[in-house]
T-cell receptor
Framework: QQQVKQSPQSLIVQKGGISIINCAYENTAFDYFPWYQQFPGKGPALLIAIRPDVSEKKEGRFTISFNKSAKQFSLHIMDSQPGDSATYFC??????????FGTGTRLTVIP | DAGVIQSPRHEVTEMGQEVTLRCKPISGHNSLFWYRQTMMRGLELLIYFNNNVPIDDSGMPEDRFSAKMPNASFSTLKIQPSEPRDSAVYFCATGGAGETQYFGPGTRLLVL
């Protein structure tokens, strides 16, 4: 059973546009929601993370929006750049134990 | 800091052979995770250790897979015998006091 559901599977955005990736979870006990970025041939790397007591977190061009009642969270990439082209994974964890990853979104930013 | 070190980076082997993947965690990190990544199934947690003790191995596919962490600076994931369906990228990740996991570069395994 997929603990975290992610969409879309792939996304193509023009340079300068906004990229939006959505995730939903079932387990209300999850207490930490990170997003990981993975470039081809590399391991995933933490991009940004949020806890459920906060509705939004922004770091540069990257923003997480969190809706606790709907059990959904999303990643927004403002002013998307070709260098942002990568696969993005949302995840959820409980008490710093294993991460439950979404299935990933392959983002392509067209120059 | 050298980050998480994995070896080998690439492995090609024939069905039935034993495969051993290695991981050196970031110094001071007390949690270690083994993941498998495939196009079909995405990132799957196989097993994780805390302070060298296996905590959850429910993700290990079958008895052909085994993992050890004999000390705080080394872990192995072994597949014996290997099968073509084991072909994937295997990642080792480690974590310290917080929730962030730091991934290694992965081992790309191809079983013919």
């Amino acid at each position: 059973q997929q603990q975290v559901k992610q969409s879309p599977q792939s996304l193509i955005v023009q340079k300068g546009g906004i990229s939006i990736i959505n995730c939903a979870y079932e387990n209300t006990a999850f207490d930490y929601f990170p997003w990981y970025q993975q470039f081809p041939g590399k391991g995933p790397a933490l991009l940004i993370a949020i806890r459920p007591d906060v509705s939004e977190k922004k770091e540069g061009r990257f923003t997480i929006s969190f809706n606790k009642s709907a059990k959904q969270f999303s990643l927004h990439i403002m002013d998307s750049q070709p260098g942002d082209s990568a696969t993005y994974f949302c995840a959820a964890t409980l008490l710093a134990n294993n991460l439950f990853f979404g299935t990933g979104t392959r983002l392509t930013v067209i120059p | 800091d050298a980050g998480v070190i994995q070896s080998p980076r690439h492995e090609v082997t024939e069905m039935g052979q034993e495969v051993t993947l290695r991981c050196k965690p970031i110094s001071g990190h007390n949690s270690l995770f083994w993941y498998r990544q495939t196009m079909m199934r995405g990132l799957e947690l196989l097993i994780y250790f805390n302070n060298n003790v296996p905590i959850d191995d429910s993700g290990m596919p079958e008895d052909r897979f085994s993992a050890k962490m004999p000390n705080a600076s080394f872990s192995t994931l072994k597949i014996q015998p290997s099968e073509p369906r084991d072909s994937a990228v295997y990642f080792c990740a480690t974590g310290g006091a917080g929730e962030t996991q730091y991934f290694g570069p992965g081992t790309r395994l191809l079983v013919l």
